[in-house]
C-alpha cells in the first residue's frame, strides 16, 4: 500500500456501493476489510491521510455552526438526553455480556462507557448527503437533524480535546487573542474572491488552527473546528464549504480503508454487529420520544429519528482514538465499523419510506404529540394575502418586490430558512418562517383569500414534493427549476406554469401573475 495506490480499491469499493444504493464510505470499509483479508495490515500512510480528513471534516462543522439555533432546547436537549441514555443502555448491555462472554467482553466498566459512547452518535455524513439529495436539507426536520448532529460532534470534540492525554501549554490563553483576530479573517475571506484563493485559504485556516492548538499542547482537531467557527457567519462561509467537501471526502477515504485494515473479521465479531444492528430500534425510539416531549410534531419527530437511525463515523474516530491509546481492542473497532455498515444498509430505506410510514402509523404517532406545539409549529394565518410565494431567496425575492409594487400588501412569503425570514422581516417584508414540504403546514395554514402560489425553489425534488402536498387545494401555481425538461415534469404535475431558473425568473413569475390578475380579475 505504498504512495496513492489505495486509491485504486477505494474506487472499485466505492463504484460497487454506489451502484447498489448505499454511501461510498461503506465500500471503502468492505474494501479495508478485503485488503485486510488479503494480508495487507494497516498503513500509517492511510492512517496520517485519514487524520487530515478529520481535520477537515471538524473545520467544515465549524462553518455550518448556528449557535442561535444550537441553544434551542429541542435541539440540545434531545441531543444531550439522547446521547446520555444511549451511552448508558449500551454500557450496560456490555457490561451484561461480559458476565457470559469473557473473551472479547471481558471490560473494565470504564471500557464499556466509551463503547456505549461511540455507540450514540449518529451519522452525519449519511444524515447530510441523504438530506441533501431529498432536497430536505432545510426542511423543519432536517434543520432539526442538522442541529442535533452538530451538538453530538462538539461532544465528540470534548471527547477529543481530552483524550490527547496533555496538559495545555500556559501560552494557550493567548487563544484568546483569535477573538479580536475574526474581523480580520472576515476581511481575508472577502479579498480572495471564490476562486482557487478561496480553497488555499480554507485549508490555510483549518491546517494552520490545527497546527497552532497542537504547538500549545491541545488537539489540532479542535482548533479546526474553532476555525470553522469564527468565519461561520460570513457569506462565502458556504462556497468556502462546498470547495473542501471534496477534498474532506478524498482524504476521508483513507480513513475508513484503514479502519477496514485494522483487524480480521470473525464470526463473533459479526454476530455482535448484528445484535447492534437490531437495537438500532432503541436509538430511533429515543430519538422520537425525547422530541415529542420537546413539542415537536409527530411528523418531524419520525422524520428526524429516521434520518438519524445509523450508527456513525464519529463513533469510528472516538474509537480509533481509543484503540490508538490501548483502550480498546481492535476487535471493537471491527465491530463498530460492521455495525456501522450495516445500519447504512438499513437507514437509506428507512429515510426514503419516512413519510409512508408516517401515513401508516399517524393516529398511534400522535399520541406522543404535544396538545401545545412550539410556536414555529402553531397554527399559520395569511390574513388578507391572495399571492403566497413558497422560497424568499434571490427567485423569490425579485417575484415579491415586483408583486408588492403592483398589489402591494397582497403578497406573503414562506421559507424553512430562519435567517432569510429575519433578513426579510427586517426590511418590512410579509414573510413567515415555515416548512412547505411538511404536509402538516398545509393543514395548519390559513388560505382563506389566497389564489395564487409560486413555488420560487428550484430544487426539483422540493418542487416535487411542495406541489404534491398542495395538489388538493385546487389553487393555480407557477415553478421554477434547474432545467427545461424539469419544467416539463413540474406542468405534468399540475403547476399552470413552470420556468427553467434564468435571471429574471422572479420577474417573470410576477408577470405571470399579472396576466392571471387580467384573465381572472384577482387578485384586487
Request: aromatic content about 10%; proline content about 3%.
Amino acid at each position: 500500500m505504498n504512495d496513492f495506490i489505495w486509491i485504486g480499491p477505494a474506487l472499485i469499493f466505492g463504484l460497487i456501493a454506489v451502484r447498489v444504493g448505499l454511501p461510498p464510505m461503506i465500500g471503502y470499509l468492505t474494501g479495508g476489510f478485503l485488503i485486510h483479508a488479503l494480508g495487507h495490515g494497516n498503513s500509517s500512510q492511510l492512517a496520517m491521510i485519514g487524520d487530515l480528513g478529520v481535520t477537515l471534516l471538524l473545520f467544515t462543522i465549524g462553518l455550518k455552526l448556528n449557535i442561535r439555533a444550537l441553544l434551542k432546547p429541542s435541539i440540545w436537549g434531545t441531543a444531550s438526553l439522547h446521547m446520555l441514555s444511549t451511552t448508558v443502555f449500551f454500557s450496560v448491555l456490555v457490561l451484561i455480556f461480559s458476565l457470559t462472554q469473557m473473551q472479547l467482553f471481558d471490560l473494565a466498566p470504564s471500557t464499556a462507557l466509551m463503547i456505549g459512547f461511540a455507540l450514540s452518535f449518529s451519522s452525519t455524513v449519511f444524515a447530510v448527503k441523504h438530506l441533501e439529495e431529498q432536497g430536505e436539507l432545510h426542511a423543519r426536520h432536517g434543520v432539526v437533524s442538522i442541529g442535533i448532529l452538530i451538538i453530538q460532534d462538539i461532544f465528540a470534540i470534548i471527547f477529543l480535546a481530552f483524550s490527547s492525554g496533555l496538559t495545555p501549554s500556559p501560552w494557550s490563553l493567548a487563544l484568546l487573542l483569535l477573538i479580536p483576530l475574526r474581523p480580520f479573517l472576515m476581511r481575508l475571506i472577502s479579498s480572495t474572491g471564490k476562486g482557487e484563493l478561496m480553497t488555499m485559504l480554507g485549508l490555510t485556516l483549518a491546517f494552520g488552527f490545527a497546527a497552532l492548538f497542537k504547538f500549545l499542547d491541545l488537539k489540532g482537531d479542535l482548533g479546526a473546528l474553532i476555525a470553522g467557527a469564527l468565519v461561520a457567519s460570513h457569506p462565502h462561509a458556504h462556497s468556502i464549504y462546498k470547495k473542501l467537501s471534496s477534498f474532506k471526502d478524498l482524504l476521508l477515504v483513507g480513513f475508513f480503508l484503514s479502519i477496514g485494515m485494522t483487524g480480521a473479521i470473525t464470526l463473533h465479531s459479526v454476530g455482535v454487529a448484528l445484535a447492534l444492528t437490531m437495537l438500532l430500534s432503541i436509538k430511533v425510539f429515543l430519538y422520537f420520544f425525547f422530541l415529542s416531549k420537546f413539542r415537536l410534531r409527530a411528523r418531524t419527530s419520525l422524520m428526524t429519528s429516521l434520518s438519524l437511525a445509523n450508527y456513525s463515523e464519529f463513533g469510528l474516530i472516538v474509537g480509533a482514538i481509543a484503540y490508538r491509546k490501548g483502550w480498546l481492542h481492535a476487535d471493537w473497532l471491527i465491530i463498530i465499523a460492521l455495525a456501522l455498515t450495516l445500519t447504512f444498509i438499513i437507514a437509506v430505506p428507512l429515510s426514503k419510506r419516512s413519510r409512508s410510514y408516517y401515513a401508516k402509523y399517524k393516529e398511534k404517532l400522535h399520541r406522543f404529540q404535544s396538545e401545545d406545539p412550539l410556536p414555529e409549529d402553531a397554527k399559520i394565518n395569511t390574513g388578507d394575502a391572495q399571492i403566497m410565494i413558497v422560497g424568499m431567496a434571490s427567485i423569490g425575492k425579485s417575484a415579491y418586490e415586483t408583486l408588492e409594487h403592483r398589489f402591494g400588501k397582497a403578497v406573503i412569503g414562506v421559507d424553512a430558512s430562519p435567517e432569510v425570514v429575519e433578513e426579510h422581516c427586517a426590511n418590512n417584508r410579509n414573510v413567515i418562517l415555515a416548512d412547505a414540504t411538511n404536509e402538516e403546514f398545509w393543514i395548519r395554514i390559513s388560505l382563506a383569500h389566497v389564489r395564487v402560489i409560486l413555488i420560487a425553489i428550484h430544487d426539483i425534488e422540493t418542487n416535487l414534493c411542495v406541489i404534491r402536498q398542495s395538489n388538493h387545494l385546487g389553487l393555480t401555481r407557477y415553478a421554477v427549476t434547474d432545467y427545461p425538461e424539469q419544467a416539463e415534469l413540474l406542468e405534468a404535475e399540475g403547476v399552470r406554469k413552470a420556468w427553467s431558473l434564468k435571471e429574471e425568473s422572479g420577474v417573470q413569475f410576477a408577470e405571470a401573475v399579472c396576466e392571471f390578475h387580467q384573465e381572472n380579475k384577482t387578485p384586487d
